[in-house]
């Protein structure tokens, strides 16, 4: 199977063998560089260089505005409308400065200025521009990176840009959150009419969810009919971190979600399986703190973190970025562990002997 086959597989409800692999978070720039004098190499990524499953991660956008190298956001003359791409990309996903990204939501009025103007981010990272009409290639999936309302809140509220207003004013609140998520569909609507995506990756902040309380409940029914209409174009596959209340994770399933991942803190994969049942998608579980651990106890802990998520769709990856205090050889141990044929051979009896039992 090629890494779309793989990926599709999992996300859909399915299993593979081995467990599909791929860190979410990625690994920190010191951490590359300590692994370069380690034994990888310079021209190489470390998913490329394990073989892990690739993916093509389109972030839509970041920072409390949609960037664009244009001053028309400001420009009285263009409020109401989006503002269309300069030009197109002659490659699909190549990572450049700056975005061809619209400018973010038309300033119609007084107030859709004002927040333009208190929020308005010129200095955003890297990221992938649209894939225009180039065909993606078809051995990896492209995963959409969603910014996740409540990162976006904890971005938007620093001093520099809206502080404690957005938070205080509630016709402020309803006002910017309604502004986000037509940003969203209309940025996402532009991926999905090119047939470039095949799922959403949704970067919410969970310690800000928290924070919101009450107000973050009534935010998930706009999720869930943003991600209907998302469906309505063929986008089926929806993974969002996995929130620490129950009726948190309850909710994201009934807006839509298929899978839940590890933002910050490893998950209690057999607690979730539980749960969440066989054909959810479960994904991390185990620390970057455990790759430090000596290879008797990193393998016993691989074992006991897979063991029971491995029951339905799991991916194999970190709560957080890879630091560069971890080894590359406990790095490569960790994956051997992960994908070792005897180890899937005893999980592929253990789930044999349950459906004998039942």
Request: negative net charge; proline residues 9%; glycine residues 8%.
């Amino acid at each position: 199977m090629t890494s779309r086959e793989r990926w599709l597989t999992v996300v859909g409800g399915g299993r593979v063998e081995p467990p599909l692999r791929w860190e979410i978070h990625g690994y920190e720039p010191g951490c590359l560089a300590a692994w370069a004098g380690q034994g990888l190499p310079l021209d190489q990524r470390p998913e490329v260089f394990f073989g892990l499953d690739l993916l093509d991660l389109a972030n839509v956008y970041w920072g409390p505005l949609p960037t664009f190298q244009t001053v028309g956001l400001f420009d009285p003359e263009c409020a109401g409308r989006w503002h269309e791409p300069v030009q197109w990309p002659s490659r699909p996903l190549r990572r450049e400065f700056g975005s061809l990204l619209p400018a973010g939501p038309p300033a119609r009025d007084s107030l859709s200025l004002y927040l333009a103007q208190r929020c308005y981010n010129a200095h955003s990272p890297a990221r992938y521009p649209l894939p225009g009409s180039t065909p993606v290639p078809t051995e990896r999936p492209v995963a959409l990176g969603w910014p996740g309302l409540s990162a976006w809140l904890a971005e938007a509220c620093q001093p520099e840009f809206l502080g404690g207003e957005l938070l205080a004013d509630e016709g402020l609140w309803q006002e910017t959150t309604r502004r986000f998520f037509l940003f969203l569909e209309v940025t996402t609507r532009r991926y999905l009419e090119g047939g470039a995506a095949d799922l959403v990756l949704i970067a919410e902040n969970v310690a800000v969810q928290t924070q919101l309380g009450s107000r973050w409940a009534r935010v998930i029914p706009q999720y869930a009919e943003l991600i209907g209409r998302t469906r309505e174009q063929g986008l089926q596959h929806f993974l969002v971190p996995a929130p620490v209340a129950v009726e948190d994770r309850r909710r994201w399933r009934e807006a839509g979600a298929t899978g839940f991942y590890a933002d910050g803190e490893p998950l209690d994969l057999a607690v979730l399986r539980d749960e969440l049942g066989p054909h959810v998608l479960l994904a991390g579980g185990l620390s970057v703190q455990d790759l430090l651990l000596d290879y008797g106890d990193l393998e016993r802990r691989v074992q006991a973190v897979i063991a029971p998520a491995a029951e339905g769709p799991l991916l194999v990856t970190l709560e957080r970025p890879v630091s560069a205090d971890v080894p590359l050889d406990h790095y490569r141990a960790y994956l051997n562990f992960v994908e070792r044929p005897e180890w899937v051979e005893h999980l592929r009896r253990k789930r044999r002997a349950r459906s004998d039992e039942q």
